[in-house]
């Protein structure tokens, strides 16, 4: 008998349960289908690449550092072909901030640059900041460094310019952290020098799911009704943390305006494998992937920071659901 059958709190609620629906093949990748030592693997970024499905996983080696290593598929969910070895490892000679390692990418196709542009946190000796990297095979990367200072993570690069600039949602960490740590956009002219910062999503306070502390987690994905992102929201409670998304709808021409998002969350941790592990209690997606044809979103997520699960959603879905959530009040 597994510890968790299941989370009462969630199996109770009716509004979301049938938006995702997990993978009966979960969780699709852990550690034990490495083909070399790891202690978890984790917090995919997921891109359809040659026709096929390309995780960028986040591997965490038995001293506590982590890499990135790529897994293809063809249908995203079984026969995964991984690399033998890091495809992306901190570069230690050159870039002195990823001494403790390189976590949680994700990725966006930039078809002005022929380049998919990699942002990860890279975990300096100053804290965890935003690094960036430019591949076109993801074999070989040309760094751009870091490109916001710590301590700052869950960060992803719109795939075009709005207004002339390209823009990065990311998620500083306040030093005085009463007001809490939100999701901002910063714009640029040239990928390294970043202002207008502008606070997005913020944190929620009190009781809410998402008070306190929210971040990015999947990129924003181009629809006609405005960018979809997922979002996770953390709530510390006496037994520790629990990692939950909720969606948010961002203006297409101007994506600092929100025009609606989730009072409730949308997915949380529910089965064993989400519920029990190096973290206990999250699912953090880096990832996900539209089929044009289907319309159907493969979501690719973390589970207790120990093995990778996939859910399936339907972009109509989360579009008609979104649309029926409030505009959000300037301070919820
Ligand atoms: C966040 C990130 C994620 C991790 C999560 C739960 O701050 O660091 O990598 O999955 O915490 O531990």
């Known amino acids: ?22 993978s009966p093949n979960n969780p699709i990748l852990s550690s034990k289908d490495w083909p070399y030592a790891a202690n978890t693997v984790f917090n995919p970024a997921a891109i359809r690449y040659n026709g096929k499905i390309l995780l960028l996983a986040r591997v965490e080696d038995h001293r506590g550092f982590s890499h990135l290593t790529k897994a293809v598929s063809e249908d995203g969910i079984t026969n995964w072909s991984i690399d033998h070895k890091p495809t992306l490892e901190p570069d230690l000679e050159n870039h002195p901030e990823e001494i403790w390692g390189i976590e949680d990418p994700r990725i966006t196709w930039v078809e002005e640059l022929q380049r998919y542009a990699v942002i990860y946190t890279s975990f300096s000796k100053g804290g965890p900041l935003v690094s960036m990297a430019l591949t076109k095979d993801f074999e070989t990367f040309e760094r751009l460094g870091p490109i916001m200072p710590p301590e700052d993570k869950d960060a992803a690069l719109f795939p075009r310019r709005i207004n002339g600039k390209w823009l990065l949602i990311h998620r500083p960490i306040p030093a005085y952290r009463g007001p809490g740590a939100h999701i901002w956009i910063s714009r640029s002219n040239d990928l390294y020098h970043w202002g207008e910062h502008q606070i997005i999503i913020p944190a929620r306070q009190g009781g809410w799911w998402d008070a306190n502390k929210v971040g990015l987690n999947t990129p924003p994905l181009e629809t006609p009704e405005g960018w979809l992102i997922l979002y ?60 044009e044809k289907t319309g159907e979103i493969k979501v690719y997520y973390g589970a207790a920071d120990t093995c990778i699960a996939m859910a399936t959603t339907q972009l109509q879905d989360l579009l008609e659901y979104i649309k029926k959530c409030p505009e959000p009040k300037a301070n919820g």
């Open 1 to 22: 008998m597994p510890k968790f059958e299941t989370n009462p709190a969630e199996s109770n609620s009716r509004s979301y349960r049938e938006l995702f629906k997990r």
């Open 232 to 291: 996770h929201g953390v709530r510390q409670t006496s037994a520790g943390a629990i990692y939950r998304l909720g969606l948010a709808l961002l203006d297409l021409e101007n994506p600092c305006r929100v025009l609606r998002r989730s009072d409730e969350w949308v997915f949380g941790p529910r089965e064993p494998y989400e519920r029990e592990g190096d973290v206990s209690d999250v699912v953090f997606p880096c990832g996900w992937v539209l089929d």
